[in-house]
C-alpha cells in the first residue's frame, strides 16, 4: 500500500514533522499527527514491514519510532 516513505523535518529546527510517501500509487503527506488516520497506516505498515518500505537510505526518526513502540504495546 505504502511506498518510497521518506521523512519531513522542519529545516530550522530539524524536528520530524512528517512523511512523504506513495499511497495506492499517489503521492502523500502525512503530517507527524496521532490523530490522522493516515498517519496511524504508516504506524501499522512499519509494526507490519519494517522499513522494506522506506525509500533507500531512509531511518526512522526517534519521535516516529516511539509512535511505532506505544502502539505495538
Known amino acids: 500500500m505504502?511506498?518510497?516513505i521518506s521523512m519531513n523535518?522542519?529545516?530550522?529546527?530539524?524536528?520530524f514533522v512528517g512523511i512523504s510517501?506513495?499511497?495506492n500509487g499517489l503521492p502523500y503527506l502525512i503530517p507527524n499527527d496521532l490523530d490522522n488516520a493516515d498517519?496511524?497506516?504508516?504506524?501499522?505498515?512499519?509494526i507490519a514491514n519494517g522499513t522494506t518500505n522506506f525509500k533507500t537510505g531512509e531511518?526512522?526518526?526517534t519521535a516516529l519510532q516511539q509512535d511505532?513502540?506505544?502502539?505495538k504495546a
Open 2 to 4: 505504502f511506498e518510497n
Open 9 to 15: 523535518y522542519h529545516y530550522s529546527e530539524n524536528t
Open 21 to 23: 510517501c506513495y499511497k
Open 39 to 46: 498517519y496511524q497506516e504508516i504506524l501499522d505498515e512499519i
Open 59 to 61: 531511518t526512522i526518526p
Open 68 to 71: 511505532v513502540d506505544n502502539k
